[in-house]
């Protein structure tokens, strides 16, 4: 039995029974720069990103100033901005600079598309900024053959060389990977992928292993959530709710505001058009709840 295992409950007593969790303090900004569109299409993407996938789209410079404005009075610590494909976004450096006005960010990509000219770009904006700048780049194993699998033909040598040019200008980029191996394996998996970062002389090698949600493409190839994968009020009896990131954070898209970068393609999760109209409790109907209440995981760096 897992640790929040509601097999025994009927679906009528469960919607009874849904936890809502409270946004303790807004210390944390999304903005979901991106849009759902990406140069990869990974077999795994739970918000299934590509090229042609516009059901949200980028934010302009513009939109991501009019939500730095909104977060001014909210007491953000720290921003976040992701994608799909950050660097796909003709306004990206215009969207670094004036984010680091108001505070430290971390830049999810998949660092395809990073060139050393592009990492020189960075190094001068962060140079400008009291703020710290920081890059996790996502990649799905140490094997080469293996990583091309789920992330496309090339993607390997292309995200290591985006690693390594962030690196050459000071960056010393997080490795994000989604968990596809059994427990057993965990310390393994760590190891190779540190010794990979070794090996591309990263000064300070950090990975940050994620959950897989059961979502958008990895559910059409892996499979859905379990009519028993919820959660209830029972489920946080032992686990303060709070350490959930939807109790500290908000995730901005062109078209409204999500309670978190997990639920962007679920309607009931839009919480608002404006931030200050996000700012209440959500209640936790949603499977996915289920992997974050199971692994006590968050989308943050730390
Ligand atoms: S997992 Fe990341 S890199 Fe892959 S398609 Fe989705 S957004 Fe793009
Ligand atoms: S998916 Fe996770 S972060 Fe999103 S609302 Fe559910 S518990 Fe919170």
């Known amino acids: 039995m897992s640790l929040c295992d509601l097999g025994l409950k009927n679906k009528a007593v469960r919607d009874l029974d849904i936890p809502e969790v409270p946004l303790v303090k807004l210390d944390t ?9 990406c140069n990869l299409e990974c077999t795994h993407c739970f918000i299934s990103c590509g090229p042609k996938n516009h059901t949200h789209e980028m934010m302009n410079l513009k939109e991501v100033q009019g939500r730095l404005l909104e977060s001014k009075d909210l007491g953000v610590r720290d921003y976040y901005i992701t994608g799909g494909e950050v660097f ?4 990206i450096f215009e969207i ?3 984010i680091l006005e108001y505070g430290p960010l971390d830049v999810l990509t998949n660092g395809t598309l990073i060139t050393l000219g592009k990492a020189a770009r960075l190094r001068e904006i962060q140079s400008k900024s009291s703020h710290r700048l920081q890059f996790r780049v996502s990649m799905e194993s140490f094997d080469e053959k293996l990583n091309d699998l789920t992330r496309g033909e ?6 290591a060389e985006g690693i390594s040019n962030l690196n050459s200008f000071g960056f010393s980029p997080i490795l994000t ?3 596809n191996w059994d427990e057993a394996k965990e310390a393994e998996m ?10 591309l002389n990263i000064s300070e ?34 686990y303060d709710i709070t350490n959930l990131q939807c109790a500290t954070s908000r995730m901005a898209t062109k078209t409204g505001v999500y309670v978190c970068p997990i639920l962007v393609d679920n309607d009931k999760a839009r919480m608002g058009e404006t931030i200050k109209e996000t700012l209440h409790p959500f209640p936790l109907a949603h499977s996915a709840c289920y992997t974050c ?5 968050t989308c943050k760096s730390n």
């Not at 900004?29 to 569109?37: A, Y």
């Not at 796909?88 to 306004?91: A, C, I, L, Q, T």
């Not at 090339?154 to 995200?159: D, E, L």
Request: glycine share 10%; charged share 20%; proline share 4%.
């Open 29 to 37: 900004l999304w903005l979901q720069i991106g849009g759902t569109l």
């Open 88 to 91: 796909m976004n003709p306004d």
């Open 96 to 98: 670094l600079a004036a």
């Open 154 to 159: 090339n993607s390997f040598n292309k995200a």
């Open 177 to 179: 990977v989604t968990r």
């Open 190 to 199: 760590e190891e190779g992928f540190y010794n990979f970062l070794k090996s």
């Open 205 to 238: 090698p950090r990975v940050k292993i994620l959950p897989g949600f059961l979502l958008g493409q990895l559910a059409v190839n892996t499979r859905n959530y379990l009519g028993h994968e919820h959660v209830t009020k029972e489920c946080f009896e032992n």
């Open 293 to 297: 209440r199971i692994t006590g995981m």
